[in-house]
């Protein structure tokens, strides 16, 4: 054994430099730009525009360091105790041999951000005008039925239901269930919406929840929610949380109630109040009956004084008519006195003046008119037939017809209808139309020659 020597193993040895780097570039193979959602401490903000902090939860905490460049992206300012989301590359700082995330991209994570969506969400409506006063529909004094759009199983619907029954019990409650917190409550709650105005049942619709943190209540503040709201023709009150909770769907709807008990007791009548005004109505219209009945009973004791008895009306009726009876034969016998003395008159005018003698001597006249008549037109005529067939034999000598027939033709072109006078105007290939004494050719021109 003493005459061999033991081979000492091999040592790799890394410098504190080269370990590091070997680190740093193990964490950045293996660690590709990571979201990581923390809290901020210890921030540094130097002069540099640079930023230093922590990320930390309840177990553990890295450091981190986002760069000039990409913290002039964001659109908040980071605080101690804020809740952000990161996006960043897992690194390591070789000088000091810090791990550390290099931010960059950050955004506020929880309620901040929601609360960031919410004012966004929130400006943009109003910019559309659905926060507008005058899109805010009347709540009925008095409703026939409502509808409450809510989660049957929730303390928010125990609530109204107790406010309602206590106030006015008479006034039916339909009830459209919904889920109220979730991913799909504001679809649910929109889907109901249209059901109440499709249905057209109520005429008028509570939405609410009882109170909860903002996530609790985030989906009232969904955008096609709104929409759904502000497009209803049933009036909406919404009830969401507590007083001093606003949500968007309390914006656009037509009353916002600070809770869904406010809301039922703004839409239901207190019941004492009524019945008190309807007994104070009551008493006057009774009253006013019986003064109406008294004065009706006054007037007709006035008018039972003024009229006759009807046999005595009768008898005045019958005196009236045979006074009637009396004058119209007077006037009948008068009139027609007067139309005899006047036929007389007339029948002695006619005697005078017979026309049996005139009436001769016209039909005479006549007749010699006739004849004179009769012999002119013959006359006229014959003259008026010479001058025509004179017109006739000049008209057919320079008529194109008796060119015609005389074997000669008229050539136009087929596309404009125009006379063609020369054979120079025609190119090979027209058209042309050929008019002969019978008939009209259409024809192609082959070849044309001028002279």
């Not at 006047?342 to 049996?356: C, D, G, K, N, Y």
């Not at 004849?371 to 008529?399: C, F, G, H, K, P």
Request: with cysteine; net charge positive; charged share 25%.
């Amino acid at each position: 054994m003493d005459d061999y020597e033991i081979e000492q193993p091999q040592r790799e040895i890394f410098s504190v430099s080269q370990l590091t780097s070997g680190v740093r570039q193990t964490l950045e193979q293996n660690f590709p730009l990571t979201w990581v959602e923390g809290e901020i401490s210890n921030l540094a903000t130097p002069a540099s525009g640079h930023i230093y902090f922590s990320l930390k939860d309840p177990n553990a905490q890295v450091r981190c360091a986002m760069f000039k460049m990409r913290r002039r992206l964001l659109d908040f300012e980071p605080e101690n105790g804020m809740q952000v989301l990161v996006r960043a590359k897992v690194g390591l700082y070789e000088a000091r041999g810090d791990f550390q995330l290099i931010i960059e991209h950050m955004e506020e994570a929880g309620d901040g951000a929601m609360r960031r969506e919410y004012e966004a969400l929130k400006r943009r409506l109003r910019d559309e005008g659905l926060f507008e006063s005058k899109h805010k529909q009347a709540i009925p004094r008095l409703p026939t039925q409502i509808g409450i759009i809510t989660s049957p199983t929730g303390a928010a619907i125990h609530d109204m239901l107790t406010v309602l029954k206590r106030r006015f019990p008479s006034i039916p409650v339909l009830i459209y269930p919904v889920p109220v917190q979730g991913d799909v409550a504001a679809k649910q709650i929109s889907k109901m919406i249209h059901l109440a105005n499709t249905r057209n049942e109520c005429d008028v619709l509570i939405i609410g929840r009882g109170g909860g943190s903002l996530e609790d209540l985030w989906a009232f503040n969904n955008e096609h929610l709104a929409h759904t709201i502000f497009k209803s023709e049933i009036p909406i009150v919404s009830a969401v949380g507590h007083e001093v909770d606003f949500s968007i769907a309390d914006f656009v709807a037509d009353v916002r109630a600070p809770t869904p008990s406010a809301a039922a007791e703004l839409l239901s009548p207190d019941r004492n109040e009524w019945l008190q005004k309807l007994r104070s109505i009551n008493g006057r219209l009774i009253s006013s009956m019986q003064n109406r009945l008294s004065q009706n009973a006054q007037r007709l004791d006035w008018l039972a004084q003024r009229v006759s008895s009807p046999q005595q009306r009768l008898e005045r009726a019958t005196l009236r008519t045979k006074e009637l009876q009396q004058r119209l034969f007077l006037a009948q016998k008068n009139q027609l006195q007067q139309h005899r003395n006047q036929l007389h008159v007339l029948q002695s005018s006619l005697l005078r003046h017979a026309p049996q003698q005139r009436i001769a001597a016209y039909q005479q006249q006549s007749t010699l008119l006739k004849n004179r008549l009769v012999q002119s037109m013959q006359s006229t005529l014959q003259r008026q037939n010479e001058r025509l067939s004179l017109l006739i034999n000049t008209l057919d000598a320079v008529s194109p017809l008796a060119t015609l027939g005389r074997g000669y033709s008229i050539t136009r072109c087929a596309e404009t209808g125009e006379l063609i006078r020369d054979a120079a105007a025609i190119k090979k290939g027209m058209l042309v139309e050929t008019r002969l004494e019978k008939g009209r050719l259409l024809c192609r021109v082959e070849k044309s020659q001028s002279k």
